[in-house]
C-alpha cells in the first residue's frame, strides 16, 4: 500500500508538470518510483519491517511499523547511531542508538490456556519484536502535497516519503503517523506520531498513545480483563555519529553518554537543581566525558589528551570521511541535548483525567545488562518477571547525578559507565501504571522526544575561542552544557502545543515547485505558487544559497516582497515575482538552493509559547540535495581544452580556494559536448574513464581511480575523444602530493 501511494503521488507530480518537464526528468522520475519501491519491498527483510521517516522540520527520524525503533533496525548495517538527527541540514547528526518499549501484564492466560504470574511482550532495544507485535497499519499523512524540486531536470530529495492517501487540509500536524499493532496479551496499541515545520516547533515530535484490550485475532487470543499493565519506554541516546571516530568509537554506541531529568521526586541532586527547571517532567542526556581507559587500541584519537565535553573537533584527518578536512577550527561537534518530557496520561479506563502521578518509574538501564538488554523472550518466566520489577522500579537517582555527585558536569571526572559490568553505558526509561483495562476499554498516554543545544553557529564561535584560548576548558563545558535550557524550553513548547490543541501560528505554504538549472552564466531558479499562496499572512519569497556541499552553510541571497533586507549583498524586488536569475556563482562551484515563503512579522503567542517573529516556511520541503554549477559551451577545437588546476598541486590551498569544500576536483574546460576522457599514468595504464554527454564544455573529477584511490604524484596522459568526430586529444596533467 505505501509502495502504491508513493508511486501514485510521483505520477501526480509528473502529471502535474508535464509541460515543464523534459525527458530525463521524466525518467527520473519513473527511476525514483522504482527506487521507492525496491526500498519499501527490502525494508520487508529488515530487522523491523517497514520504515517511515519524517524529515519536514530541523529534527529527522526514522520509525518502525513494530510501532517502536530498535538498535541497527532500519537497515543491515553495523552503523550504531542511526536516527533522531538534529540539525538535519549537517551529516551524520544522528543521536539515537537503540530504543525499546515493553508492555508488562499480572495474571494473564494466554492463547494456549497456560497462565502466566507476569508475562512482558517486547520490541527492543534489540529484539525485532517479532511474534510479540503484530503491524496491522502503517501510514504517513501530509496536510499538503510536498513540493515537486527539480536540479537541471532531475528530481532532488533527501528520502522520499511515503504519503498515504490524499493531502487533508484538516490535518492537526503538517505530519502525522500512524502505527497500529496488535500484541501477544490481546492488547492493540495505536500510535499518532505528529511532526511540524513551523521554525519554532519543528526539533520536536509529539508521540500520542491509545491502548485498547481488543484481544488478538491473529492468536485467537479472546479480550479478557488485563490487571497490573505497565508500558515501559527505553531511550539510549549516543551524541553524535559525526564524532564517533573523533572521540572514540565506543562513544557511538553510547558509553559516555550522561542521562538526567527534571520534575520528579527528590533525590541527591534535587537542592542543586533551580526550581524554575522542575515545572516539568522530562529526561535527557548529552555527550559526557569519554577517558583513555575506555578507548579502543587503534581507530581513534587519545582521548585523554583533550577534553571531549561538546567534542571540540581538533583532527578531522580521523574522522573517517565523516568529518570535511577543512573544519580545523576546533568546531564542537556534539552540543546536542536530547530526550523526552511527559505531557498527559489517563488517571484509568474510566477517568480521562490527567494522572498526576505518571511516569510511575523513571530509571537508568545498563545498556549492556545480559538478559534485560539483549535476551528478551516473552516465553520466559524467570526474564519476564526481571524485567517486570525493573518496569515497576519507580524513581531512581539520577544517572548523571552518580557519575558527578557534586554536579560540576563542566569538571567531569569519571565516565557515565559507572558499576559493575556496565561497559556500554546506560539508557533512560520511564514507565506508565499499573493500570486494568477491561475488554473494550482503553487509555491515553502522552509525550514529546526533542534534541535541542549549541547552534553550528555558536558550535564555530565557541570552538574557535577555545582554540585562540580565549576562553579554557571550563568555559567551553558551561557553554556547551547551557544546551539543556534549550531542550526544557523546547519541551515546554511541545507540552503548549499539544495542549492548544496544535493551535500553533502557521508559516505561509511551500512553493508547489522548485526548479534550478545551470546555465551558461547564470543559474536560473523558478517556482510555482502554492494553491493556497495567499495563507497564513504570506508576503513573498526568500531564496537561500550553499556552495560546496548541500549540508555547508546556506546565505539569502535574494528576497521579493516584503520590506528590503538590510544585507546590501541581497538582491531584492519589491514586487512578487516566481522566478531569479543568479548570475553571481563561479565557474566549477557547485550550489545548492532552497526557497522559502515567508509571512508579516507575527507577535509573541504565550499559549504555545511561539516567540514574536517572521515565520518562514520549511527549508526542508524545497532544499536541493544534488548540485547544479555553470555550464559553458562545448569546446569546438581542440586548442581550446584547458585542464585546471595544471599542475594539480594536492597540499597545495589554491584547488580549495577554486573550489570551496572540494580541494581534490579537477576540471576540463572546453571539451566537446560529448566525449570520452581517459586519465593514463605515465606507463599507460587506465585509471580512469569519464563519460560525459550532457552537451556542455565542462567535466570534473575528483581524483580518484576507478578503485576509489586518489591519485599519487606523477604525470597523468589525459585522452579525450570527440565520440561525435572521432578526434582525440592529448594532454598532460601533472600531479604533485
Partial sequence: MICLRTTEILLKHVSANEDRMNKSTKWYAFLLMVTALLMVSSDRVRAQGQTQWIQIGSLRNWYSEKGWEIEVGRTSSADQQDGLQWPQQYNRQDCQAAKGFWIGVKNFTDQNSVAWETKVVH????TNGDNEFFPKAFNLYAQFDPPMVTVDGILSVSTPENIAGPAKDTLRADRELVTIVNTAIGLTMERRIYAFSQQFHDNYHIFEFIFTNTGN?????PAKTLTGLQFYWQYRYAAVDEVRYEVANS???GINTMNDMRGYPPDIANSLIPASENDIKCMFAWHGLHTAANKPTSGSPNVATFDNIGAPIFNPSISSGFIQAADTNWRLGAPQFMGDVHIYADKSASDRTAATDQPSTTNFLDSDNGPLTHGQSALNLALCQAEYAKMTEGHMPRHAWLVQPDGKFDQQTQMANIGAGASGGFEECDGYGPYT???GQSLRIVFAEGVDGLTRDQCIRIGKMYKDGTINTKAKDDSVLSGHLNLLNTFRRAIANYNSGFNIPRPPYPPATFNVRGGGDRISLSWDPNPKESANGFVGYRLYRATGRFDST???????????????NVKYAAAKNYSFDDVT?????????????????????????????VLESSRFYTQTYNATNLKRQAGTSSDQIRIAPNPYVISSSESRLRFPNEPNRIAFFNIPGNCV?????ELGE???????NDGTGDAYWDSTTSSNQFIVSGIYIVVIENKDTGEKTIKKLVAIR
Avoid at 485475532?217 to 487470543?221: A, E, I, M, V
Avoid at 587506465?686 to 560525459?692: R, S, V
Wanted: with cysteine; net charge neutral.
Fill in 677 to 681: 576522457i581517459k586519465i593514463y599514468t
Fill in 437 to 439: 483495562l477491561a475488554p
Fill in 554 to 568: 546556506f546565505h539569502l541571497i535574494y528576497q521579493c516582497g516584503g520590506p528590503a533586507p538590510t544585507d546590501p
Fill in 123 to 126: 520490541v527492543g532495544p534489540r
Fill in 686 to 692: 587506465l585509471i580512469k574513464e569519464i563519460i560525459h
Fill in 585 to 613: 556563482p563561479t565557474r566549477g562551484v557547485d550550489y545548492y538552493y532552497y526557497i522559502s515563503s515567508f509571512g508579516n512579522a507575527i507577535a509573541a503567542d504565550p499559549t504555545t509559547r511561539t516567540p514574536a517573529g
Fill in 217 to 221: 485475532p491473529d492468536l485467537g487470543l
Fill in 251 to 253: 562513544s557511538s554506541w
